[in-house]
């Protein structure tokens, strides 16, 4: 997830963190650590949380991100390091940002681990059955194949559909709303800008 991104979602919870040092709002962070406060290679791909207490040291030279939360200290310090600090006050919880900023970041891993599904149930040779299946589970939705002449091809509910909503005339229905309507139907004597002429 890029890093604006990230800071843009927390904003959005009720996040306003001060931005000091050198910010790369391009930069993708990928995972969340704790700070360890020994460490001394840093990956830029990773986002470090820590507490004011202790912090990383302004002189680092190293580019990556670090956020922190408790009491206010001189950043000003701060503000030519290599790496983009974000400080979140002394109202929030390092936990509470913590679990904040992991959401985000596992959300966009959800949405990769799906993507990668679907590019290996494609590649597979299992057909197009398997990859509507897998699609189907990644989604949660569920999701019919149909040709030009509407008939079915696949066909993958994640749970059973009520009688009241089943396609009683496969050929010719589809769902709108939970209810069954014509395909092509005449709208005030005019045909739909979609339907084919004839």
């Known amino acids: 997830m890029e890093h ?12 306003e963190p001060l931005i000091f040092g050198k910010e790369h709002p391009a930069r993708d962070l990928l995972f969340a650590r704790l700070w360890d406060p020994a460490q ?18 302004p002189e680092t030279d190293s580019e990556f991100t670090f956020f922190c939360c408790g009491e206010p200290v001189d ?8 790496f983009t600090l974000a400080y979140f006050g002394s109202a929030v919880s390092q936990a509470a940002l913590f ?3 992991l959401e985000s970041i596992s959300r966009l891993q959800e949405i990769s681990a ?21 699609a189907a589970q990644i989604f949660g ?25 089943r396609r ?14 014509r395909l092509y139907q005449r709208k005030r004597d005019r045909l739909h800008p979609r339907q084919p002429p004839g």
């Not at 001394?40 to 040291?57: C, E, R």
């Not at 950043?75 to 290599?82: D, H, L, V």
């Not at 494609?122 to 057909?127: A, E, I």
């Open 141 to 165: 939705n569920p999701i019919y194949v149909v040709d030009l002449q509407h008939n079915d091809l696949c066909v993958h509910t994640v749970r059973e559909i009520p009688c009241h909503l």
């Open 75 to 82: 950043f000003s310090r701060y503000g030519r390091s290599p």
């Open 168 to 181: 009683p005339d496969p050929g010719q229905r589809f769902f709108h709303r939970g209810k069954p309507v």
């Open 114 to 134: 799906g993507m990668h599904l679907l590019v290996n149930a494609l590649f597979s040779g299992n057909g197009l059955q398997y990859l509507v299946d897998t």
């Open 4 to 15: 604006s991104v990230l800071l843009s979602e927390l904003k959005e919870k009720g996040y």
């Open 99 to 101: 679990n904040a900023s």
């Open 40 to 57: 001394t290679v840093f990956d830029p791909a990773a986002l470090y949380l820590g507490s004011t207490s202790q912090m990383p040291d």
